[in-house]
């Protein structure tokens, strides 16, 4: 099993930055492919990026350009870096391993318990 838990969320001003980082506990993290998330109050979870366990990643279209995803499997850590923020990308992140990589959240077996991200104009 893979333990996930998100930190580095926070208030930013829009067209800021801000790193997200997803710490991970657990056998076999190199072997998953690790997915981020997001989610608005009265809205369905959302998908953002994905990186498998060669590094290959994929990000849904309104993030490519601003949003970089990586990791780093010696320190068990997955890094979601955000830049050009907008208030359209306030919600909460989540991160979530899935044994093979996908855009949908029915694919991802872990979850972590997520980080707020507010973009303020």
């Known amino acids: 099993q893979v333990q996930l838990v998100e930190s580095g969320g926070g208030l930013v001003q829009a067209g800021g930055s801000l790193r997200l980082s997803c710490a991970a506990s657990?056998?076999?993290?190199?072997?998953?492919?690790l997915g981020w998330f997001r989610q608005t109050p009265g809205k369905e979870r959302e998908f953002v990026t994905t990186?498998?366990?060669?590094?290959?990643?994929y990000y849904t279209t309104s993030v490519k350009g601003r949003f970089i995803v990586s990791r780093d499997n010696a320190e068990n850590t997955a890094i979601l870096q955000m830049n050009s923020l907008n208030p359209e990308d306030t919600a909460v992140y989540y991160c979530?391993?899935?044994?093979?990589?996908?855009?949908?959240?029915?694919?991802?077996?872990?979850w972590g318990q997520g980080t707020q991200v507010t973009v303020s104009s």
């Open positions: 979530a391993a899935a044994w093979v990589w996908g855009t949908v959240e029915e694919e991802y077996e872990y």
């Open positions: 657990g056998r076999s993290f190199h072997n998953y492919a």
């Open positions: 990186i498998n366990e060669s590094g290959k990643t």
